[in-house]
């Protein structure tokens, strides 16, 4: 949930609970709740008022620029933008944000960000256990 507003790479720490024995079940579960309720906080945050919006691009060095390129592609895109996002590195977490500050629909986000994010959450799960597997379990 906190990668999606502070970088932290859930890669790291997913592998080292693979090498852990963890359950890989529990893992995908609670990497996939966790990542949809950090891009639900997201789209409240932008859909909550521009001045949040505004103190979060000083932070992030979000300029109008990149703002409103991000507007272009939510309108064209809209669902498949919102569906991608997980995998793009950084930007990817200033998507659902903009959801937000567009009014962008909820339904539509719901469905596309949750798929989204649980795709890659199994992936994530899935290839790292095969890389700990083969490197790490002899």
């Known amino acids: 949930m906190l990668s ?33 309720i950090g891009g639900f906080v997201a789209y409240y945050i932008g859909y909550t008022g521009v001045h949040v919006s505004h103190r979060l691009r000083k932070i992030t060095r979000f300029d109008d620029k990149r703002s409103q390129t991000g507007y272009a592609l939510l309108a064209r895109y809209g669902w498949l933008l919102i569906f991608i996002s997980p995998w793009i590195p950084i930007g990817g977490d200033i998507i659902p944000i903009i959801a937000g500050i567009k009014k962008y629909n909820l339904n539509k986000f719901i469905i596309a960000m949750a798929l989204g994010k649980a795709i890659k959450a199994l992936a994530i799960v899935y290839f790292l256990s095969l890389i700990v597997v083969t490197f790490f379990q002899h």
Not at 5 to 21: D, G, N, Q, S, Y
Request: a negative charge; charged letters at 15%.
């Open 4 to 36: 999606s507003f502070i970088p932290i790479p859930t890669e790291i720490t997913t592998a080292t609970l693979i090498a852990a024995k963890e359950n890989e079940t529990r893992i995908f579960i609670v990497l996939t709740v966790g990542s949809i």
